[in-house]
């Protein structure tokens, strides 16, 4: 895995803790209520995303704070700022040549965010002057938008985003993909399979519903130069993200 455009790191392959842990937390849906908090018959226990309190170890996970990423051998990673804070505000996966931005946010305990928030993403679309289509995804109801883009030479065209929304106990996941994957479902499952590996740490301090999760550079990317080991990537300069992919 690679973060930024750093040093290729050792092959690492998947360790597929995550979907066994999933799989295990499918298993306790008879038993009612599991200890995270989410309820018997939550697609999200078979299918990922994770709750922090749904693995047993963070071991072998890259720790970006409220986000833990499992490697895989070709990921890249990119972590974003907003440009008048410089917060990390969101970290990027790149894989065979797309994209899977990640942003967790606090949510209430009772009720999900993705509904209101997908009618938002639909507005701010038709605003831009883009198309929105809603359809079934892997991560339940998701979105498809296109906005228009203009090339240097004055062709036009459109700039896709498919956005992924999962409702989890007291946090909300936006997975939003750019690229080939955007239209691709084929091309999209490399970046599912890490989507649905994502662990999400809430925390227990109170939060207003919508509030980031606070993310961070990993420890051990911390290290640049020919002194670094060699597993460890190097990090390139935080990034803004791409305006599409605001919460609203």
Known sequence: MLFGRGKKSKAEQPKDKATEQANAATSQQDAGTVASGAVK?????????????????????????????????????????????????????????????????????????WDEIREQIGQSVSSQGGEVEEIAGTFGTELVAKLPTESAD??????????MGVDGPRWFLRGVIGGQAALDRDAAQGLENLFRKVVVIRGDNPMPPRELLPLKLPKDAMAHGHDAPAETPELQQPERGPEITQIG
């Open 41 to 113: 018959g939550d697609f999200r226990l078979s299918k990922g995303p994770l709750d922090a309190s749904e693995i047993d170890s963070q071991d072998g996970y890259v720790d970006l704070g409220a986000l833990l990423i499992e490697p895989s051998e070709g990921l890249q990673l990119r972590l974003e700022v907003e440009e008048a804070t410089q917060r990390v505000v969101a970290v990027t996966m790149d894989l065979d040549g797309s994209s899977l931005q990640l942003q967790a946010f606090a949510a209430p305990r009772s009720e999900g965010l």
């Open 154 to 163: 004055g062709g036009r065209g459109f700039r896709a985003a498919r956005f």
